[in-house]
Structure formats: structure tokens, C-alpha cells
């Protein structure tokens, strides 16, 4: 059986924006590659974040897995023993209301540097942190609390006193700093249904997508700047079947920088080109819209080019729990 490559343009749906005609940046971006390589254009069911779409796509279920702690395994993070793991991203505290950052790049280096200076408050749970994208960090500890009913970015949140000495680490980098990593997605290990690919290796920035990978048994390789996963999925190709994850594409619509989403698009073709020219089995998907109108997630139907010629289309939709069976009879 020939080798798959299965590519996710993180959030690349989107509103129709006003800047642009009406058009969505993707409609917009120049990408000769996807389109002359993709013959065959099916939808399917987006989800709200990407790990519910991933672990359905690749094992048919939903994750009973706590966002965090799926992280935690993409960043080798010890999850031992009932441990709780803390997805932690750039907000800030204001009355009652958390309001998420995608500002992180300015107070990266503040962030890590004072978290870092302080995690020494949490030393009685056994902490162990690792920092990604734009001050964004796993943390997974010890944890004796109840943990609150946090929500989840990219909207406004309800803020909820966190508990121990987490809570006074928290409010006090804010105090220093005026912005912090709250938490979020937290939780312990769950059930993992199996996958239905036995092996691949998953090439991606992004703690989530690894994380999915990681909890399936994958080999994960994290590779934080855009142009050098291709070559590092290049040569994975040749051994086996790949998951090649660009997660800038929904960084940029949190921003609601449309130019960047575009730019990001039509940069990933050309490389795409550069190294795939030749790849047999191709698709390309996508995860949920982000919106470079408001910054948000959108629940929508969600477009799948690829080269593979199956008989999934039913009624102009694919069930999601099924493209990967499809795919890998043909």
C-alpha cells in the first residue's frame, strides 16, 4: 500500500470577510499546488477544537481525554500516577471576566521568565512545565484540589478562583506583569479507542495535534518554524504514513489578520510543492473555521481535497468517522 499524507490547515474555513469582497481568505490565497493536485472536493463535519476533531478522524471518537493532558503527552510531559495537567494561555483578569490574549509574542520572553522564577510556590506537587507558541505552556503536577469548571478561549471566559497555590501564582504574575497564563482544558488521562493506522509519525508546532498523535501510539516530532516540517515529513513519507499539522493558519485568524492568513496559506503551497510534488496519496483537511472577523471558532462543515478516488460522498457530505476507513481501502 502506498504511503499517505494526511495535511490539516488548522482553522483555514472561515466568515466571508468584508475586506475582501465577501470572500474568505482561503478563496482569496493562490495555491496552484492544492488545487491541481486535489481533483476530488469533499465536506465533512468540523468540530469546535482540534482535538475532537482529530481523535474522531483517526479513531472515530470523541477524546475522554482532557485537552491538557493530551498536551502533555505531545510535550513528554510525566502524566503518571493520576497527575493533572494545566493547559496555560495569555490572558488577562479583569473583575470577573478572563479575557484571552493572542498578544503572547509581545510578553513571551516576560512570561516564561517570571513563571519559571516562581514555580518553585508549586514545589510540594512535583511541577513540571514546558512552554510553546507565544508564552503558551503545559503544566502538569501533583494536583489535591477540585479544579474549577474553567472555559475555554478564544471567547471571554467566566473567571474562576483557582485554587492553592496555583491560584496566588496566577493573579501574581498579572500583578507584575499585567498579563498571565490561565488555566484552561485541564484534566487527567482517559480511555484512548485505537486508531485506525497502526503507524504514522506526525510532524506539527502544536502540543494538541502531537498530543493526539502521542496518545495513539505515533511517533511525534515537534518542529516549531513552518518550512522545516517538510522536509522532516519528506522523509517520514518514505517510511510511512504521515500527519503534517500547520497550526499558523488559526493563529492568525485569532489575530483576525486575514493578509497573514493568506500569506501563511499560499507560503504552505509553495513548500508543499517544493517537497510534494510527487506525493501519490494526498489530503488536505481541515478542523473548524476560525473567523478573521471576530477571532473565533465556527462550528461549520468543513471543506477535504485530496487525490484518493473513494465512493465517501453521501448527500454532498462525508461522516468524519468514516473518510479514514475509506481512505485506506483505495
Given at each position: 500500500m502506498k504511503n499517505t499524507l494526511f495535511v490539516l490547515l488548522d482553522g483555514m474555513e472561515d466568515d466571508p470577510n468584508p475586506a475582501l469582497n465577501g470572500r474568505k481568505p482561503y478563496e482569496v490565497a493562490e495555491m496552484p499546488f492544492l488545487h491541481s493536485k486535489t481533483d476530488i472536493r469533499l465536506t465533512t463535519t468540523g468540530r469546535g477544537y482540534t482535538q475532537l476533531f482529530l481523535n474522531e478522524f483517526f479513531t472515530g471518537h470523541p477524546p475522554e481525554t482532557a485537552r491538557a493532558a493530551l498536551e502533555a503527552q505531545g510535550l513528554h510531559l510525566n502524566m503518571k500516577d493520576g497527575r493533572t495537567a494545566f493547559r496555560l494561555s495569555p490572558a488577562r483578569i479583569e473583575g470577573d471576566t478572563v479575557v484571552w490574549s493572542y498578544e503572547g509574542e509581545k510578553y513571551e520572553k516576560q512570561l516564561v521568565d517570571h513563571i519559571t522564577e516562581r514555580l518553585d510556590?508549586?514545589?510540594?506537587?512535583s511541577p513540571e512545565i514546558k512552554f510553546f507558541t507565544n508564552g503558551r505552556a503545559v503544566l502538569t503536577m501533583d494536583y489535591p484540589y477540585e479544579i474549577p469548571d474553567f472555559q475555554s478561549p478564544p471567547v471571554n471566559s467566566e473567571y474562576f478562583e483557582i485554587p492553592g497555590p496555583l491560584g496566588d501564582l496566577v493573579l501574581g504574575i498579572q500583578d507584575e506583569i499585567g498579563i498571565t497564563d490561565y488555566p484552561w482544558g485541564c484534566?487527567?488521562?482517559?480511555?484512548?479507542?485505537?486508531?485506525?493506522?497502526?503507524?504514522?509519525?506526525?510532524?506539527?508546532?502544536?502540543?494538541?495535534?502531537?498530543?493526539?498523535?502521542?496518545?495513539?501510539?505515533?511517533?511525534i516530532q515537534i518542529i516549531k518554524e513552518t518550512e522545516p516540517r517538510l522536509p522532516a515529513a519528506k522523509e517520514a513519507l518514505e517510511k510511512g504514513n504521515v500527519f503534517l499539522h500547520f497550526d499558523e493558519v488559526d493563529e492568525y485568524s485569532h489575530e483576525k489578520d486575514y493578509q497573514k492568513k493568506i500569506d501563511v496559506l499560499e507560503k504552505i503551497d509553495g513548500l508543499m510543492d517544493k517537497y510534494f510534488s510527487d506525493a501519490e496519496r494526498i489530503v488536505f483537511f481541515v478542523d473548524h473555521g476560525t473567523s478573521c472577523v471576530s477571532g473565533?471558532?465556527?462550528?461549520?462543515?468543513?471543506?477535504?481535497?485530496?487525490?484518493?478516488?473513494?465512493?465517501?460522498?453521501?448527500d454532498g457530505i462525508s461522516v468524519l468517522k468514516d473518510l479514514i476507513p475509506t481512505f485506506m481501502r483505495y
Open positions: 510556590e508549586l514545589h510540594e506537587f484534566g487527567k488521562l482517559g480511555k484512548q479507542y485505537p486508531p485506525y493506522i497502526e503507524h504514522m509519525k506526525a510532524v506539527s508546532s502544536s502540543p494538541t495535534a502531537l498530543g493526539v498523535a502521542a496518545s495513539l501510539g505515533y511517533e473565533e471558532h465556527i462550528l461549520m462543515n468543513v471543506p477535504l481535497w485530496t487525490n484518493i478516488k473513494t465512493p465517501l460522498t453521501t
